[in-house]
């Protein structure tokens, strides 16, 4: 009924694997004081952090390791004033970043050169990096009730999102030796990968009672 085989070439993509070290340090500030007569506290704070990482797998029959690291300094600040009894205003603000998953970072993929696609991972993706702002008003009439009021802001530097662009092969940074079905360097593959994209805001509103 004819000869169906497995090839190890269209295997290699599946064995991949990334390594990542994070390494931290925080210092902070508490404060208390008052200004206007009205009772303030909160504190001020900075983590730095730095990401090591080591991405290894296949594309084709072509073993890829990619090492990087990169380092983030991330500040806060966290504010409450009483400027009445039971009512609080609370501020907050803080830099933060959100790492790429693992999975996403293995340089292995697959590629067909029928269809003239190419699927990979991206090892040099960077985090998703953001400013946030949060402002709320807080109310407490009595030990069990609570109306709550709240603003934030948050300024997305970066996103990431799966993207697909159409490249000649000789830019993807891969070596001719993959292709085959008389693709060259420079026939054109739809390439489809995890990126970093542009950011944008968001903001929003809530209001919550208890």
């Known amino acids: 009924f004819g000869d169906f085989r497995l090839s190890s070439d269209n295997q290699r993509g599946a064995n991949r ?3 990542e070290r994070d390494f931290s340090a925080y210092l902070q500030a508490d404060f208390e004081t008052e200004i206007g007569g009205m009772p ?4 001020i704070g ?8 080591e991405a290894r797998g296949f594309v084709g029959v072509n073993y890829v390791n990619v090492a990087r690291s990169y380092k983030d300094t991330l500040p806060s600040l966290n504010v409450v004033v009483e400027p009445l009894d039971d009512v609080m205003v609370r501020f907050s603000a803080t830099k933060v970043m959100s790492r790429p998953q693992l999975p996403n970072l293995t340089p292995g993929g697959s590629i067909n050169n029928t269809a003239r696609t190419l699927s990979v991972g991206n090892p040099l993706l960077e985090p998703i990096r953001a400013d946030t702002f949060d402002l709320s008003f807080e109310w407490y009439p009595d030990s069990e009730t ?3 009021l709240g603003f934030f802001y948050k300024d997305l530097k970066s996103y990431i999102q799966s993207a697909a662009s ?6 993807t940074g891969l070596p ?21 994209t542009d950011g944008g805001s968001l903001k929003g509103l809530e209001a919550s009672i208890q």
């Open 166 to 171: 159409t490249i000649a092969f000789s830019e």
């Open 17 to 19: 694997d990334v390594e």
């Open 176 to 196: 001719t030796s993959l292709l085959s079905n008389g693709n060259t360097a420079d026939t054109i593959f739809t390439v489809t990968q995890q990126q970093n």
């Open 46 to 53: 900075i983590r730095h952090a730095r990401t090591d990482q």
């Open 40 to 43: 303030v506290r909160g504190n």
């Open 146 to 148: 609570q109306f709550t």
